[in-house]
C-alpha cells in the first residue's frame, strides 16, 4: 500500500503532527492530510518582472484541478523568476541558485511530486536540475511561446528579429522612425520567446527527456492547449506519484540513452548552444559524464530538420501545428531509442505511432500572430495524444523538391515546419573545436552561420571587457575588416561573473554600412539560442581562469579549421608561457555575497557550469538525505 513522503509530517496524534496538520489548514488546506494523498508542490516562477513566466500565474488554477481530480493534495510554492531580459548581468549567474531552491524545497517540505511551472530560459533547466537531484517524480508545464508581433506583413521571431533589426539599423538601412516602429511591434504580449531560442529547445528537450507530456512544449502561451496541459500534467503526475514505482523517479529516468535521445533531438532542430551547458550540468547531477565530442559526433549523422528561426523560417506555433515533439521523433525514429519513456509513462514508441496515424494533415496553417488566446475556466480533458494532431512528416527517399522556405517571419510562415531527413535546413547543427585557443573544446552553431568560412585565417581584434567592446565596436574609425577576428574575453562563468550571452559581438557599424552581415566571433560568453551568425562560443577555460583566450592580442593570427574542428592562435608555446607569466588578472569586484560563492564554486563551459558541490559522481552522493521530521 502506497504511503507518501508526506506522511511522516502528518499522521499521528503527536503534538508535531498536529502542528504540521494546523500550519498546512492555516493556509486553506481543507483536505483530511491523513488519508494519504500525496501533496504534490506546484513550484510557480511567474513575476511580472518576467514576462515569459508571466503565463504561469494562470496555469495554477489548472494544474490544481488536475491534481485534485487525480487524488492529490496541491500546495503552491513561489521560486525564483529567472527572466532573461531584464536580470543582470544575466539569469544564468542564478541557474544554479534556482536549482538549490528548488531542491531544498522539495528535500525540507512534506512534498510527494514536483510539478514545475518554467519557462524562460534559465528556469526550466534549473528547477529540472533541482528536482532531478531531490529525486522526486516530476513533471513540468511551459507557460508557452507568446503570439508573434507583426510589422509590414511579417511576423517578428522574437530576438531573431532584434538582432536583424539592430543589424539594419547600424548599417544605416533602417532609421529612427523604423526602429521605433519595430520597438512597438515587439511588444507582443507575454510568453517565452516564439523562435527556437533557448526556451523552446529545453521545452522540446525535457518533453523527449520525459518531464513534459508529449506534444505540450510548443503550444502557446494563453491557449486553451496551454491550460489543458497543465491540468493534464496535474492528473498525470498524481497518478504517478500514487503509482510509487520507483521507475518514475528522476534518477531512473536520466540515464545516459535519455541524454543521447535528446542530443539528437537538439542537433535536429538546430537548438539554441545554451542546451549543451544545461544538458551537461543536467547529466552531471546523475553521474553522467556528457561529452562534447559526442555532441559533435551525432551532429554529423543528424541533420536540422526543425525549419524555424534561427536556423530556418519559421516559428513555435508552425512547429506545435506541424505536431511538435512527437512529429519530430517519428521523423528521428531510426537515430532515437523510441523505448525509453514519455512523461505519461509510455514509451514514446506509441505517441510515434500516434504521429504517424494521423498522416497527411496540413502542416501548417497560416499564422498572424494574434491567435492566441486566454480561455478561462474548465477544459476538456484530453488523452495526452489528441491535443496536437500530427501529420506525417516523412518524405519519399528520393523527394527533393520542396517549397522553398518563405523568407524569416514572414506571415506565411514555412511550408514544412519539420522537414524530412533527406531534405533538411542544414546537414549539421554544431562542431565542438578545440586547439590552443580552447583546450577543453569551444561551440559553434553552424546551423545559424550560413556564411562560416570553414577555413579561416585573420588577425584578431580583441577586447577585454564587454563594456570596452560596446564602446568601441561601431566607432567609425576602428581597425577592422571582413577577415578581422573579433575576441571577447571577461564573459565566462567566472569572469563576467555567470557567462552573459555577449558572444553575439555586433558587426561593427563600419563593415555593416559596406554589406557586412557576418564575420568570425570568439569569446568565452555565451550567445542567445535566438541569435545567429559566426560566433564560436564557450571558449574554454575562459579567460578568467588563465585560459589562452585571455592571451591573445590585437594582431595576432586566429585560424579556424572546421573539418579539422580546430581553433588555434599562431603564437608558439614559449610566448604563450611568457603572456601568461606577465598577466595581471583584473581583482573581482565582488568580495561578499551570492556572486563571490558563484565564482568560487562554478565550473567551466565543459561541466555544464554546475558547481563542485551540487554534481553527483557517485551513487552516495546522489543519495537523497530527508531531513529529521520534528520540532522545527
Ligand atoms: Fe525569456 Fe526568451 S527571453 S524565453
Redesign the pocket.
Known amino acids: 500500500m502506497y504511503t507518501p513522503r508526506s506522511a511522516e509530517w502528518f499522521v499521528g496524534d503527536s503534538e508535531i503532527s498536529v502542528m504540521h496538520r494546523v500550519a498546512l489548514r492555516n493556509s486553506g488546506v481543507t483536505e483530511d492530510l491523513e488519508s494519504g494523498r500525496p501533496l504534490i508542490g506546484i513550484a510557480d516562477s511567474s513575476s511580472t518582472l ?4 508571466l503565463p504561469l500565474r494562470s496555469l495554477v488554477e489548472d494544474a490544481e484541478r488536475g491534481i485534485r481530480e487525480a487524488g492529490g493534495i496541491p500546495v503552491v510554492f513561489p521560486v525564483m523568476s529567472l ?3 531584464l536580470m543582470k548581468p544575466t ?1 544564468m549567474l542564478y541557474r544554479n541558485l534556482l536549482s538549490i531552491e528548488v531542491e531544498e524545497y522539495a528535500r525540507s517540505y512534506p512534498l510527494d511530486g514536483l510539478l514545475l511551472l518554467a ?3 534559465k ?1 526550466l533547466p534549473g528547477a529540472l536540475m533541482g528536482a532531478a537531484s531531490a529525486n522526486l517524480p516530476t513533471l513540468a508545464v511551459v ?1 508557452g ?2 503570439a508573434a508581433g507583426v510589422l509590414d506583413d511579417t511576423r517578428l521571431g ?2 531573431t528579429a532584434l538582432w536583424r533589426a539592430d543589424h539594419e539599423r547600424q548599417s544605416g538601412t533602417r532609421g529612427t522612425a523604423a526602429w521605433k516602429s519595430f520597438e512597438r511591434a515587439l511588444a507582443c504580449g507575454p ?3 516564439n ?1 527556437m ?4 529547445t529545453l521545452a522540446i528537450l525535457t518533453e523527449v527527456l520525459g518531464f513534459m507530456l508529449p506534444g505540450t512544449a510548443g503550444a502557446a502561451a494563453g491557449s486553451v492547449a496551454r491550460a489543458d496541459a497543465a491540468y493534464r500534467s496535474g492528473i498525470t503526475l498524481t497518478e504517478t506519484v500514487l503509482r510509487a514505482d520507483p521507475a518514475d523517479t528522476p534518477q531512473r529516468i536520466l540515464t545516459e540513452s535519455a541524454f543521447r535521445n535528446a542530443l539528437v533531438t537538439l542537433c535536429a532542430l538546430g537548438g539554441s548552444p545554451n542546451a549543451v551547458i544545461h544538458l551537461i550540468a543536467l547529466a552531471g547531477r546523475m553521474g553522467i559524464t556528457l561529452d562534447a565530442d559526442t555532441l559533435d559526433r551525432i551532429s554529423r549523422e543528424v541533420p536540422v530538420i526543425a525549419d524555424i528561426e534561427p536556423a530556418g523560417a519559421g516559428l513555435l506555433a508552425d512547429f506545435d501545428r506541424a505536431g511538435g515533439t512527437p512529429s519530430l521523433l517519428h521523423t528521428l525514429d531510426t537515430l532515437i531509442d523510441a523505448d525509453l519513456r514519455a512523461a505519461d509513462g509510455r514509451p514514446w514508441r506509441t505517441h510515434l505511432r500516434a504521429a504517424e496515424t494521423v498522416s497527411g494533415q496540413s502542416p501548417v496553417a497560416p499564422a498572424n500572430g494574434t491567435e492566441a488566446q486566454r480561455v478561462s475556466g474548465p477544459v476538456a480533458p484530453a488523452n495526452g495524444t489528441e491535443a496536437h494532431p500530427a501529420p506525417s512528416l516523412d518524405a519519399p527517399a528520393d523527394d527533393t523538391e520542396h517549397e522553398p522556405s518563405a523568407r524569416p517571419g514572414h506571415l506565411a510562415g514555412t511550408a514544412r515546419p519539420i522537414r524530412p531527413l533527406t531534405d533538411p535546413v542544414a546537414p549539421e547543427a554544431f562542431a565542438v573545436l578545440r586547439g590552443n585557443l580552447a583546450p577543453r573544446g569551444s561551440l559553434i552553431r553552424l546551423a545559424t552561420a550560413p556564411d562560416l568560412r570553414r577555413v579561416h585565417t585573420g588577425p584578431a581584434l580583441v577586447w577585454h571587457s564587454y563594456a570596452q567592446m560596446r564602446r568601441e565596436v561601431h566607432d567609425p574609425n576602428l581597425a577592422v575588416t571582413p577577415d578581422t577576428v573579433l575576441v571577447l574575453t571577461g564573459a565566462g562563468p567566472v569572469g563576467a561573473p555567470g557567462m552573459p550571452e555577449w558572444g553575439v559581438i555586433p558587426i561593427p557599424r563600419v563593415l555593416a554600412a559596406q554589406g557586412v552581415t557576418d564575420m568570425l566571433r570568439i569569446s568565452d560568453g555565451r550567445m ?3 541569435a545567429f551568425g559566426s560566433c564560436i562560443v564557450h571558449v574554454s577555460p575562459e579567460a578568467a581562469i588563465g585560459g589562452p583566450i585571455g592571451l591573445v592580442q590585437t594582431g595576432d593570427l586566429i585560424s579556424l579549421d572546421l573539418d579539422a574542428r580546430s581553433l588555434n592562435v599562431d603564437i608558439d608555446a614559449a610566448e604563450l608561457e611568457a603572456r601568461l607569466a606577465a598577466r595581471v588578472q583584473p581583482e573581482p569586484a565582488d568580495l561578499r555575497g551570492w556572486p563571490l560563492l558563484y565564482r568560487r564554486h562554478v565550473g567551466q563551459a565543459d561541466t555544464g557550469c554546475d558547481f563542485d558541490f551540487l554534481t553527483a559522481h557517485t551513487p552516495e552522493q546522489r543519495r537523497v538525505v530527508q531531513p529529521v521530521v520534528g520540532l522545527s
Open positions: 518576467n514576462p515569459c513566466n527572466g532573461e531580459d539569469a519557462g524562460c530560459d528556469s507557460s511561446p507568446r522574437t530576438g510568453g517565452t520567446c523562435t531560442g533557448t526556451a523552446s542567445s539560442g535566438t
